[in-house]
């Protein structure tokens, strides 16, 4: 059985940086296209970032330059780095793997 399990999600000040985290399980993690989305309150899900296998990685517009998608395959664990938050990066985030299985979300709030 596949599991997706988020965490490292709270309330930081604007400026402040987050790392999430996604610890997979039931599959071989490596193979995998991992990504973390975002749902704000009244929004639909959208994709924040990506990393391919080989550890190629694409980013959203809005998060270009702040986030940073990596992972440690030896961890089945892939990371979202979260810097220069801002308050619109408020929302809920999920990690997904591409194959229908989604994570529970860890809540991010950024305000003052």
């Known amino acids: 059985q596949v599991q ?3 965490s ?9 940086s987050l790392r999430l985290s996604c610890a997979a399980s039931g599959r071989d993690f ?3 296209t991992m990504q973390w989305y975002c749902q704000a309150p009244g929004k639909q899900r959208e994709l924040v970032a990506g990393i391919t296998s080989g550890g190629s990685t694409d980013y959203a517009d809005f998060v270009k330059g702040r986030f940073t ?5 030896a961890k ?7 810097n220069s938050l801002k308050p619109e990066d408020t929302a809920v985030y999920y990690c997904y793997d591409r194959s229908g299985h989604w994570g529970q979300g860890t809540q991010v709030t950024v305000s003052s």
């Open 4 to 6: 997706l399990v988020e």
């Open 8 to 16: 490292g999600g709270g309330l930081v000040q604007p400026g402040g």
């Open 30 to 32: 490596k193979i995998y």
């Open 69 to 73: 998608i990596s992972r440690d395959n």
């Open 76 to 82: 089945n664990t892939v990371y979202l780095q979260m």
